[in-house]
């Protein structure tokens, strides 16, 4: 099945500091990627949707000067927490769409940054 | 619009028990539904999955059907085990694909 990974798993940083995420497709090409951040005992909230070679579309109530998303390539999308402040701490969560006969419609989701700011 | 709405939790049972977690959609046109199983600590991992009315998806002891009619797609399992203890998001996809749209989650603890 398609694998998607994010890299670092685990990440511990200084308020003001900015931090990037990388959600890669290993066996697959995603023209789209979705980013998502969910809260402790709380749902998944999408962020913002990464297409590659275009401008990411961001959902309502989310900065896109803070959290700047890039997919410069088919298989590699970056989330770039900038100035990061405790608030920002959460589990970042990424996912493809695959679009083949059996795969109609779905997404395949990376294992999760959890992201410290201290 | 779509939206999911989810049984919520948490939910404790003992080994061997029957599980069933409620989830009610609203979406226009066709959508995709999907089980999805979050285990502690790690990311969203797809359970099981129905692409039309009738369907029935079913993976590792578990089963949902997209109910049309009642806008229902309950999760369910006979005999739960102590390794089924995590949290469980009911999920639609539109038409397209572009977006899903999650349950808040119900919680799974099963005892031994």
């Known amino acids: 099945g398609a694998v998607v990974s994010q890299h670092p798993s685990r990440v511990i940083c200084k308020s003001g500091t900015s931090v990037k995420i990388e959600c890669r497709s290993l066996?697959?090409?995603?023209?789209?990627m979705f980013w998502y951040r969910q809260f402790p005992k709380q749902s998944l909230m999408l962020m913002a949707t990464?297409?590659?070679?275009?401008?990411?579309?961001?959902e309502q109530g989310v900065e896109k000067d803070k959290f700047l998303i890039n997919h410069a390539s088919l298989t590699l999308s970056t989330l770039t927490v900038t100035s990061a402040h405790p608030e920002d701490s959460s589990f970042y969560i990424c996912?493809?769409?695959?679009?083949?006969?059996?795969?109609?419609?779905?997404?395949?989701f990376g294992p999760g940054t959890r992201l410290t700011v201290l | 619009g779509n939206s999911v709405t989810q049984m919520e939790g948490p939910v404790t049972l003992s080994e061997e028990a029957f599980l069933t977690i409620n989830c009610t959609y609203t979406?226009?046109?066709?959508?995709?539904l999907f089980w999805y199983v979050q285990y502690p600590g790690e990311g969203l991992q797809l359970l099981l999955k129905?692409?039309?009315?009738?369907d029935k998806g079913s993976n590792k002891g578990f089963e949902a059907t997209y109910r049309k009619e009642t806008t229902s797609f309950h999760l369910e399992k006979g005999s739960v085990q102590v390794s089924d203890s995590a949290v469980y998001f009911c999920?639609?996809?539109?038409?397209?694909?572009?977006?899903?749209?999650f349950g808040t989650g119900t919680s799974l603890t099963v005892i031994p």
């Open positions: 996912s493809a769409r695959v679009h083949t006969r059996s795969s109609y419609n779905e997404q395949f």
């Open positions: 066996d697959f090409q995603a023209t789209t």
């Open positions: 990464s297409n590659e070679g275009s401008k990411a579309t961001y």
């Open positions: 979406a226009t046109g066709y959508p995709s």
């Open positions: 129905a692409t039309k009315a009738d």
């Open positions: 999920a639609l996809s539109g038409q397209g694909g572009n977006q899903f749209y």
